[in-house]
């Protein structure tokens, strides 16, 4: 077997091309459980037509079936960027690129976007389709996760900086 510094960047791509392939197999069973979400979400709507006076519990399956909506649709656009991000930093050999660190940082926008718009969005559609008034439900999982991957991004940032640094006094 060849030193990992004497590897092609094409046999890289071909010894990580089960990673890839799992990436791109977690993207399509997102976008399956956002399409059932989607159908869970037209059937209440359907129970509702047919019977306007909702259990409570009805109610509040509702509201988190419509959580889970709107948080799928962010998690499916983290996963596409998470499988470019790692299809580049594969391509590029190393993770110390600003590409990567931009693609850090894009990954915790859109996640600290799901965690504080999604409880809103999902209270708002619930309220106007059923007329019920419903409370927040944040995660302060998704917002803690952000918030790291902010973080990392920096990390990423700077060490992207030394690479160069260092490239260049070789």
């Known amino acids: 077997m060849k030193n990992k510094k004497e590897l092609t960047n094409e ?6 091309n089960p990673a890839l392939k799992f ?13 059932a979400k989607i159908v869970q979400a037209v059937s209440t ?11 409570e519990s009805a109610q509040r399956w509702f509201r988190d079936t419509a959580l889970d ?3 799928n649709v962010g998690y499916i656009v983290v996963c596409i960027i998470s499988s470019v991000m790692f299809f580049f ?6 993770p110390f690129t600003r590409r990567t660190s931009n693609c850090l940082l894009v990954i915790a926008a859109v996640m600290m976007v799901t965690a504080v718009f999604s409880p809103i969005a999902a209270k708002e559609f619930s309220s106007f389709v059923i007329g019920t008034e419903f409370s927040f439900v944040w995660s302060s999982n998704e917002l803690f996760a952000s918030s ?3 973080i990392i991004s920096s990390f990423l ?3 992207t900086k030394l690479q160069q640094e260092s490239d260049e006094t070789l």
């Not at 197999?25 to 399956?32: H, Q």
């Not at 930093?89 to 190393?94: A, E």
């Open 148 to 150: 790291l991957l902010f």
């Open 69 to 71: 909506l709107f948080g």
């Open 157 to 159: 940032r700077y060490g």
């Open 45 to 55: 709507l359907n129970m509702l037509a047919a019977d306007s006076d909702l259990t």
């Open 11 to 16: 046999e890289i791509m071909r010894m990580q």
């Open 89 to 94: 930093t594969l391509k590029d050999n190393t």
């Open 23 to 35: 990436m791109f197999v977690m993207t399509i069973v997102l976008t399956v459980i956002l399409a």
